[in-house]
């Protein structure tokens, strides 16, 4: 917004809007939710948030959600052969997720990967889960970590991007 002084000098106003969500949702629901959400822009969960800051962390610049719909793995689902090394990352990540709602006391929620709450630093293009997250954060942390610096090993192939998984992914 913008007004003008008395002495005739424009000042911009910045307006802030702060939103809390809070989600208790099952998981496919949830995945749909959080691409909606990361399409029309709205507020995600931390975890969500967290991945993509670790992710941004070890390839500054990156907009995380590059990954998202890309392959067989990466986004909602995932089967048949991973694409490439990006694929497997996502593979990888979804295997270590479901690891960690084996956990006991962690898989309490389907959804508890996409929105459990951990601490991490990131420190010239590495990341760092705290040693103060408790198990099931720090199970979680440990997933999206990987995940983030596997990313930052392969490379992406823009025709990976949207793939028809009826098509590339049936096997």
């Given at each position: 917004?913008?007004?003008?002084?008395?002495?005739?000098?424009k000042?911009?106003?910045?307006i802030?809007?702060?939103?809390?969500?809070?989600?208790?949702?099952?998981t496919?629901?949830?995945?749909?939710?959080?691409?909606a959400c990361a399409?029309?822009g709205a507020?995600?969960?931390?975890?969500m948030?967290?991945?993509?800051?670790m992710?941004?962390?070890?390839q500054?610049g990156?907009?995380p959600?590059?990954?998202?719909?890309?392959g067989?793995y990466?986004?909602f689902?995932?089967?048949?052969?991973?694409?490439?090394?990006?694929d497997?990352?996502?593979?990888i990540?979804?295997?270590c997720?479901?690891?960690?709602?084996?956990?006991?006391?962690?898989?309490?929620a389907?959804?508890l990967?996409?929105?459990?709450?951990?601490?991490?630093?990131?420190?010239n293009?590495?990341v760092?889960?705290?040693?103060a997250?408790?198990?099931?954060?720090?199970?979680?942390?440990?997933?999206?970590?990987?995940?983030?610096?596997?990313?930052?090993?392969?490379?992406?192939n823009?025709?990976?991007?949207?793939?028809?998984?009826?098509?590339?992914c049936?096997?």
């Amino acid at each position: 917004m913008e007004t003008q002084s008395d002495q005739g000098e424009k000042t911009n106003h910045i307006i802030e809007v702060h939103v809390t969500a809070t989600m208790n949702l099952i998981t496919p629901p949830l995945l749909l939710l959080l691409t909606a959400c990361a399409v029309s822009g709205a507020v995600l969960p931390k975890a969500m948030w967290h991945f993509g800051s670790m992710i941004q962390c070890a390839q500054p610049g990156v907009n995380p959600l590059r990954y998202n719909n890309y392959g067989c793995y990466c986004g909602f689902g995932g089967k048949g052969t991973p694409r490439d090394g990006v694929d497997a990352c996502c593979q990888i990540h979804d295997k270590c997720y479901a690891n960690s709602r084996k956990i006991p006391g962690c898989g309490d929620a389907e959804d508890l990967p996409y929105i459990i709450d951990f601490d991490f630093t990131c420190n010239n293009q590495r990341v760092t889960c705290s040693a103060a997250n408790d198990t099931c954060q720090a199970a979680v942390c440990e997933c999206d970590r990987a995940a983030a610096h596997c990313f930052a090993q392969n490379t992406y192939n823009p025709e990976n991007k949207n793939l028809d998984h009826s098509v590339y992914c049936a096997n």
